[in-house]
């Protein structure tokens, strides 16, 4: 009677809206029981006045958990219609059909209330814009929400307590699988299990995620994966998957449980943090067989993460291609940092340069220092090849066998390979064998099996037969004979251009734990302190190479040159003469120097730039007078001057391209130059006057010419 009186009719002429939902699909399937009693609720609403087409049926959120909303589209359209006034009355089963999230509770009732909206459950009809029905459903949904808590505490604590003692089952990686006891073991595959151990054995050789693939892709190895329907399939290993079988402690034997925390976002998505080791849930070292030990799983936690790209002033840095042989090793003997590496190109190749620039990076101050590398790599690499060179013996043959080793595991992998493809090849020949011939639509398809499964076989053949090929060749004779010859002389394998940088900065780590550097006063010298792994220290002083625009400097001894002959010759001549002597500027590339000459221009800067004295300075300081002085003190006019240098009676200096200073005859001229004086004087008097009558001559010859 009472629902009756909260229906008006201004309900009745919008929808009743049925929300169906039941948890998981396995309630779906077995509970048929719970889905035949909220689909009964259609009667219900048919008794309270509803017609059939009247009524919506929700069901599409059929077997989606009700504690949240984000994920479940039937109940987000409820929601939506409800609030476009489209519905007049929301039925559902119990509180808990509907939401289990208060929030989610809450919204509704909230919706419903400014929408004039009812709610129906098995218990009756409610308006929740009445306080008393809005207080009751809101202790219903408190009541729902609890209930789902209480549920998830009982199964959650029998798991754990299982996952305590090292009894829960959960996925294995591949690797590993469940025996017939429930006990872990590694995978019966034999190819599988030494593809395991020589993927851990590579990583400890090479000391990188990244670098460990990259011998898989170049030694043509495949990395087992397991499907979900548990077959084992063949892959080219990627980055993401060693990161993964580095990260799992499975593979060291160890039970752990609780490695993450997942939580969910606002928007429902479902988020993953790392725990630390110590807040693991469960942790049983040694629960089963692995592949390698705990302390070795450590370790390499602890190398990928000193391989990270994060920030770190404390961790070394990994091994890698370029020159600079002290990087990740090199520390500030001013502010003890250790010290980055910065590359330039220069004379065509990379030059590496040690810099401690962090506090002006991030303070604005001033750098540390910035020492040259090649000077100092060169001096280290020296040390180390003495120090290594007693032990040389024992190094070749070490490096022998484990190049060997190395070849022998991984042609044991393809050959693994082979036999694999063999078994699946004869397999489909058995089936292929034992069909009814009459039958050729099974016998057709079995056919085409067989004989992918045969290429396969040929495949896995021909790549094992030229991995062989390339295996003989890393150790041919000139790599035998290099190996030899470290016997003798590591220096010279050490500064062999063939060797990688990468092996020669891990072997450089296994025998020195740092280097620190310090620039000296002494311009150009810096202090080179190794500290070897067993305490020993050494203390170096190199001397750097010199800056770019010293190298191109000109040498002093050309500067000495040039000013000797400004003495007595122009800048023309002094080009001409330093070409002559073999001289190059030094002003100029280094692969220029052959092409390069020197020019008036060049000899005309350098004077300039160096500060050397002028040829005119030298001329006034030896009495040397200009023209107009000279003229004045011969009584006579400056062109008769010019006439008279050219004819030899004044001797006459250029001191650049377009003048020149006079050096007069003594005042005093002895008797015996007097007569030479006179016929010089005659002489160009008589060549004046010659010169005058050949003038008149052509003039008169061209007037009678016309």
Not at 78 to 103: K, P, Q, T, Y
Request: proline fraction near 3%; include cysteine.
């Amino acid at each position: 009677m009472n629902a009756h009186l909260k229906v008006q009719s201004h309900h009745l002429e919008r929808g009743a809206y049925l929300y169906i939902r039941q948890s998981s699909m396995r309630q779906v399937v077995e509970n048929a029981e719970s889905a035949k009693r909220q689909y009964a609720l259609r009667g219900r609403a048919t008794a309270l006045g509803w017609r059939d087409e009247q009524i919506i049926v929700i069901d599409n959120d059929q077997g989606e958990s009700g504690a949240s909303a984000s994920w479940r589209e039937g109940f987000q359209r409820l929601v939506s219609d409800v609030g476009l006034g489209h519905a007049g009355i929301v039925m559902g089963l119990e509180v808990s059909r509907l939401a289990r999230n208060n929030a989610d509770w809450q919204r509704l009732l909230e919706i419903c209330a400014l929408a004039d909206t009812l709610i129906l459950d098995e218990d009756g009809v409610y308006d929740p814009a009445s306080f008393n029905d809005r207080l009751l459903l809101g202790l219903k949904g408190t009541m729902s929400e609890a209930e789902l808590h209480v549920i998830k505490a009982r199964l959650r604590g029998g798991i754990l307590n299982k996952a305590r003692r090292g009894e829960f089952r959960s996925p294995l990686p591949t690797g590993l699988v469940y025996d017939s006891s429930g006990g872990v073991q590694l995978d019966p595959d034999a190819q599988v299990r030494e593809t395991f151990f020589h993927f851990f054995e590579t990583f400890s050789r090479v000391g990188s995620a990244s670098q460990t693939v990259k011998a898989f892709r170049k030694e043509g190895i495949l990395f087992p994966s397991r499907l979900h329907n548990s077959e084992t399939v063949f892959r080219p290993l990627t980055p993401s998957t060693a990161m993964r079988v580095l990260h799992n402690p499975r593979y060291a034997g160890v039970y752990s449980y609780g490695r993450r925390q997942y939580r969910r976002a606002i928007g429902g998505k479902k988020t993953i943090c790392e725990r630390s080791a110590d807040d693991w849930l469960a942790c049983i070292p040694d629960a089963h067989p692995g592949y390698i030990s705990w302390p070795q799983h450590q370790e390499n936690l602890k190398l990928l993460k000193a391989n990270g790209q994060g920030y770190d002033a404390a961790r070394a840095s990994i091994p890698r291609e370029g020159p600079a042989l002290l990087q990740g090793l090199a520390i500030c003997g001013r502010c003890g940092r250790h010290l980055r590496v910065r590359y330039a190109s220069r004379r065509g190749g990379l030059e590496a340069w040690y810099a401690c620039d962090r506090t002006h990076n991030y303070g604005g101050a001033d750098s540390c220092q910035t020492i040259a590398g090649p000077a100092v790599d060169k001096a280290v690499g020296l040390l180390i090849a003495e120090q290594i060179t007693p032990s040389a013996v024992e190094l070749t043959l070490e490096v022998r066998k484990e190049i060997e080793a190395r070849q022998e595991e991984a042609d044991r992998l393809r050959r693994r390979a082979v036999e694999r493809a063999q078994v699946e090849a004869d397999l489909a020949q058995r089936r292929f064998m034992l069909v009814d011939p009459n039958n050729r639509l099974v016998a057709d398809t079995l056919e085409g099996e067989w004989n992918d499964k045969l290429r396969a076989l040929a495949n896995a053949r021909e790549e094992r037969e030229r991995a062989r090929q390339n295996d003989q060749l890393v150790l041919d004779k000139t790599v035998r004979e290099r190996l030899a010859a470290m016997i003798a002389d590591f220096g010279a394998l050490w500064t062999d251009p063939e060797t990688p940088n990468r092996e020669r900065k891990r072997l450089l780590a296994v025998i020195v734990e740092d280097v620190t550097l310090t620039r000296l006063p002494k311009r150009g010298t810096t202090s080179v302190h190794v500290r070897f792994k067993g305490g020993r220290t050494q203390t170096l002083v190199t001397i750097s190479p010199r800056s770019c625009a010293e190298q191109i400097k000109t040498s002093p001894a050309v500067i000495e040159l040039i000013d000797k002959l400004l003495d007595d010759h122009l800048f023309s001549q002094i080009a001409d003469i330093l070409n002559d002597q073999g001289f190059r500027p030094g002003s100029v590339a280094r692969r220029d120097q052959r092409d390069a000459r020197f020019t008036t221009k060049r000899v005309t800067y350098l004077a300039r730039q160096y500060k050397l004295k002028s040829r005119y300075d030298r001329l006034r300081e030896r009495g040397m007078l200009t023209k107009k002085e000279a003229a004045a003190r011969l009584n006579i006019h400056e062109q008769t001057l010019v006439r008279w240098a050219e004819c030899g009676l004044v001797r006459s200096h250029a001191y650049n391209g377009h003048h020149d200073l006079y050096e007069l005859p003594e005042a005093d001229l002895p008797q015996k130059h007097c007569s030479r004086w006179d016929t010089l004087v005659d002489r160009v008097a008589a060549r004046e006057h010659a010169t005058a009558e050949t003038k008149t001559l052509t003039r008169d010859n061209k007037d009678d010419a016309v």
